[in-house]
């Protein structure tokens, strides 16, 4: 299997493949509503997508809260894609992006369910469980090195 991971600014037709895997799993699978999955946000962030072939896979979108940290939101992978390595490489592929943009933090708000997977990327959890939308997380951060 190949995987050809892209990313771009805006709205776009990366985002709207990002958008697109984003309404499978957290609208249809995990019940979210789309007024809370669709926000402002999208115009102004970097969305990664990866792709099989020609079929968009997994997502996750860049927010730079502050000078030099991003904030990743929106992971997510398409159910018949899981467990295949994708999520890695997306964070590989974000990795090898942060320095062309002055970024030396990772910062992330895990679903509890997703926290190992996070652990293993090398992330660390930062303070107490919360809510959003009514599910459990806890922040994560990673510190890149330079």
Avoid: C
């Amino acid at each position: 299997m190949t995987i050809k991971i892209k990313h771009a600014y805006g709205l776009g037709k990366i985002q709207q493949d990002a958008r697109m895997i984003r309404q499978a799993v957290f609208v249809e699978e995990q019940g979210f509503s789309a007024r809370d999955e669709y926000d402002h946000l999208d115009s102004t962030t970097i969305h990664i997508v990866a792709y099989t072939n020609t079929q968009a896979v997994a997502t996750a979108r860049l927010h730079e809260e502050q000078l030099g940290t991003w904030h990743i939101q929106r992971v997510a992978t398409l159910v018949s894609m899981r467990h295949q390595g994708i999520g890695r490489l997306l964070f590989d592929e974000i990795e090898a992006l942060a320095p062309q943009f002055n970024v030396n933090t990772l910062t992330l708000g895990a679903q509890l369910q997703a926290r190992h997977f996070y652990d293993q990327l090398g992330f660390n959890s930062h303070g107490d469980i919360f809510l959003d939308a009514n599910v459990p997380h806890i922040e994560m951060i990673k510190l890149l090195n330079r």
